[in-house]
C-alpha cells in the first residue's frame, strides 16, 4: 500500500510535540555531522515550539502524509525579511521533493512587506545547500552560529506573486 501524498497546512501549538520529535529526528544526523550535540534546534523545548508556533507574526507550516507530521518549516519576520527557520523532513522521507514544496509554500505564505527571503545552514550540509541553490538562494556570507558550527547564509528576493505587477 502507497502513503498518500503529503499536504501542507499551517502548525498549530497542539501540533508542537509533534513538532519536537520531528525536528530531533532530522537535526540528529545534523549533530553526528558536525560532532556537535548542542545545534540550536536541538536546544528548542516543546514550550519553545508552543510558543513560536502560536505567534501569528511567525508564518509556520507543516506537512502531512495521512496523520503524520513529516515536515515542517517557520518564517521568522523582521521587517522587508523573513527568515525561512528549522525547515525539517523526516529521515524516512527526506529525497521526496517535501522541502522544496515546504519552501515554496513559506514563501508564499510571507507577509506582503517581505522582499528578501534568508536562510543559513551549516557549510558542510550539502544536501541542504544544493536544495536552497536549485530554489533560487545564492550564498552572501559565513559565520558560526552559537555552538560554533560554520553556517552558510543564503537569500534571494522575494518573487512577485504571480499575476502582479514587479515592484518598483
Known sequence: MTNPAPHIAALHPAHAGELLTLQRAAFLPEAQRYREPFLPPLLDTLEDLQTAIANP???????WQAHRLVGAVRGLVEG?????ARLV???DCQGQGLGGALLNALEKAAPPQVTTLWLATGTDS???????KRHGYTQVSE???????LLTILEKPRPAPTGSPAPG
Open 126 to 132: 550539502t544536501e541542504a545547500l544544493t536544495l536552497y
Open 80 to 84: 522587508p525579511r523573513m527568515e525561512l
Open 143 to 149: 559565520h558560526p552560529d552559537t555552538a560554533g558550527v
Open 57 to 63: 507574526a511567525i508564518p509556520a507550516l507543516g506537512a
Open 89 to 91: 523532513v523526516a529521515p
